[in-house]
C-alpha cells in the first residue's frame, strides 16, 4: 500500500511539471499584468525596464538583443525552459543570484503561474 501511495504522489508531482502546457492562456494574460510594468510581449515588444518577452521559451538565459542585463544573467549558462522558468519566477534569486530583476517572487498559486507560461508561449521570437 504504502509504494502505491509514493507511485501515485510521483505520478502527481510529473503531472504537475507537465502541466505548463495546459494552463488557460486567458487566465495566463490576466497574470502577466504583474509582469507587464516591466516586460512586454507582442509584435509591439520592445525591451524596457527588462528585457521583452516573445520567444522566453528556449530562448538563451541572457541573451535578448539590446537588452543590459546584469553580469550574473549574462553568465548564466541555461535556455529558459517551462521548469527553470517557472523556477525563476517563484524566486529569481535561487535561480540567478545576482540578478538585478526587482521582482523578489511569485507569491501566487501554481495554477496562475501554468497559465502564465501559456500565455507566455503564445509570444514567438520575433527574430
Known sequence: MKTAIVLLAALASSVVHAAPHAGDVAAGKAAFAACASCHKVGSSARNGLG???NGII???AGAEPGFKYSPAMRSADFVWSD???AAYIRR???VVPGTSMRFNGWGFGEQ???DLLAYLRT?????
Open 92 to 94: 529569481p534569486r535561487d
Open 58 to 60: 528556449g530562448r538563451r
Open 112 to 114: 496562475k503561474l501554468v
Open 83 to 85: 521548469q527553470n522558468l
Open 123 to 127: 509570444f514567438p521570437s520575433t527574430d
Open 51 to 53: 528585457p521583452q518577452l
